[in-house]
């Protein structure tokens, strides 16, 4: 049988409110043509992300009602931690609200002004905690990682000559961590192999650095590993996830991506110093250490989403669903992120859009677009997302791309293709979109709120 089916049947249905395309271009201008000020009930599909989207299984919700709701000691927790530790086995395991906070706590207590972070990519708010601290992110991910057309198993991959002529060159004592992200979102999803999370843990032990994982989506990226790796295709996937966690010293993880849950996080380590500190800030800023800024409830929806994260039809259908878009899109010739990624689509908005220069922000115009036409919600990841500069100036970004995340367990294939209808409508009619400008915008991450209009001033529907 050639068709993979989703490893699932439905229970519970959360209806979508359909719109027409009149209401749709409605709803658009009342939020100035920026999609994160759109209502939720106003999007036919939502891809805006896959982080705390996924649908919980029956065994999750199950699980809630036994949530231990002890402040301290709480059962959950306990549960929580094994469930954790069975996949990766680091000595401490500190509960967060999400993952951003584990880093937040991680970087506070091990970096000092001027210190460096090295990653393949680092994520936004990695970035963003890093230089909060006074400390700059350094991202080294192989070359054939920024290009888009290019194809390469493990786009996600370390440069790991760079790695270590950058730690020559700054000097290991400035150095108080180095990150690897599985996989590598802000470079399109992409995967890192084993070899090379084992090459980079060993140039850090040459440099006595410790290894970091920023594991969000650990699982897909296993999977990967098992389908594109040789050395590991007999291996099962839950062996894969330890291996992979053998290699490093801690990890910062989101449980909204592979935890399969709508909200928490955890930062792992085996350092007792830090680990120390680490808890003491917890306590000032997320709660005690055995709930951490979660209900107990939420420990176990991640307990019991770990177990389901690392099932092998899970993340077949997972990972075929993505690749099947993909494969659709380059047939008919739209541009798009290759290869895809695990978790998401990345369309090519210079190419799709090749009459809107990348000042007119034509990832922005392309997003509109599709949600004018079909009620599909993506989210520009390019010029509007970092042209602008802190002194004011604006740059044109490296790529203009829209991101189609999919949230996990959500969507069924008739979904799909109609997201696929939608696509390659607008782009039989790409030549009537016009580019935007911004009409309003804040002093910094401007995505989120930016007022935009066309560029002609008058609004015209895709
Ligand atoms: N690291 C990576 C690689 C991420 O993709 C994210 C979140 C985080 C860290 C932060 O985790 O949201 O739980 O605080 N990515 C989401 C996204 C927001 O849409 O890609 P968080």
Known sequence: MKTIIEPFRIKSVEPIKMTTKEERLKYIQEANYNLFALRAENVLIDLLTDSGTSSMSAQQWAAMMNGDESYAGSTSYYRFEQAVRNLMPFKYVIPTHQGRAAEKI??????????????????????????AQGAIAVDLVIPEGKQP???????????????????????????PLCMITITNNSGGGQPVSLQNIKDTKAVCDKHSIPLFIDACR?????YFIKTREDAYKDMSIID???????HADGCTMSAKKDGLANMGGWLALNQPQWEEQCRNLLILTEGFPTYGGLAGRDLEAIATGLEEVVREDYLQYRIASTQYIGERLTRAGIPIMRPVGGHAVYLDARGFLPHIPPEDYPGQALAVAL???????????GTVMFGKQPDGSEIMAPMDLVRLAIPRRVYTQSHMDYLLEVIMEVFENKDAIQGMEITWQPDALRHFTAKFDYKQTQSRAA
Request: aromatic share 10%.
């Open 218 to 222: 650990f699982a897909e990226n296993a």
């Open 106 to 131: 991680l970087f506070s207590i091990a970096l000092k002004k001027g210190d460096y972070v090295p990653n393949n990519t680092h994520f936004d708010t990695t970035r963003a905690n890093i230089e």
């Open 240 to 246: 894969i996830v330890r291996e992979i966690f053998t």
């Open 371 to 381: 949600y004018i036409h079909g009620g599909i919600r993506g989210c520009e990841i």
């Open 149 to 175: 057309e290019l194809e390469h198993p493990f786009k996600g991959n370390m440069d790991i000559a760079k790695l270590d002529a950058f730690i020559q060159e700054k000097g290991a004592t400035n150095i």
